[in-house]
């Protein structure tokens, strides 16, 4: 298979995620100093935001893949898509879960319906999630792969939206830190946020390769099977 | 719940769901392993016969 030796590296890339959480986690509870405003609390936010961008990210990765099927009519992108989007919705559903204690432990709620970037953040997570009842109600095939791509599309329109949800509202609770002055905290808080991002982003690819590999595994194995019996 | 226990519950939550998706990975690993098996015996049945 053509990517099979991408596919090697996955252990690696499993590894320096693991080495990349350690140091993030490192420097969230003994580097970066304590905020002010909410305390210790505050801490969520490392892990909180790079989970949230890392499931744009994902769901950004799909549509893109997505497109390229469209575009080339390759039957792989079909599959890369599906998974990216998967990896999405588990993002998606940490950071509703983590945001939510967030919002319990400084704000003395689990959720707001008020809250635009709440409410936008969990409209995109449904759309997404229903993507897998369009793609399973489908029979496998190119015209399965089609339509799921151009589903996969539209649902990209939601993530500018969402980011921007909330510096469009006026009367927000939840935080912005990312102005266009910059980053709202000091130089170590933003360098652990830098370092959590990129561990939340290399484990997210890992387990995408992870995951297209035991895929692709399991297709081959099925055809294996056809040939023998 | 204190503010640290939140914190605690936040991080949690984030292992928590990296195991559970750790162990998934894992049965199909092991579903694939059997299967090997199996079609390599299906092989090697087919190769006696031939």
Known sequence: ?229 | MSQGEYVAAAYGVVFVALLVYVAIIAAKLARLERETAEIAELARKRASNV
């Open chain 1, 1 to 229: 298979m053509s990517t099979s030796s991408r596919n090697n590296h996955v252990p690696v890339l499993a590894a320096l995620a693991a080495a990349l959480i350690g140091v993030a986690i490192g420097f969230a509870f003994f580097v970066a100093p304590e905020d002010v405003d909410q305390g210790i609390s505050q801490r969520i936010f490392y892990f909180h935001v790079p989970i949230a961008l890392t499931a744009y990210s994902c769901f950004g990765w799909g549509a893109y893949k997505a497109l390229l099927l469209l575009w080339r009519k390759d039957e792989r992108y079909d599959l890369e898509s599906y998974v990216a989007i998967h990896q999405g919705t588990i993002f998606g559903s940490l950071t509703l879960l983590t945001g939510s204690i967030w919002a319990k432990a400084s704000w003395g709620h689990w959720w707001l319906w008020s809250e635009n970037q709440l409410v936008l953040f969990l409209v995109l997570f449904l759309f997404y999630s229903a993507y897998f009842m369009l793609r399973f109600s489908i029979e496998e095939g190119p015209r399965r792969a089609n339509i799921s791509a151009v589903y996969a599309l539209f649902g990209v329109v939601l993530i500018p939206v969402s980011f921007l949800a909330i510096r469009l509202a006026e009367n927000i609770i939840h935080p912005t830190v990312f102005t266009r002055e910059g980053p709202q905290m000091s130089g170590t808080m933003f360098l652990t946020f830098c370092i959590a991002w990129l561990a939340m982003t290399v484990l997210a690819y890992a387990l995408y390769r992870l995951e297209l590999l035991g895929k692709r595994l399991d297709s081959n194995l099925r055809e294996l099977r056809e040939l023998v019996t």
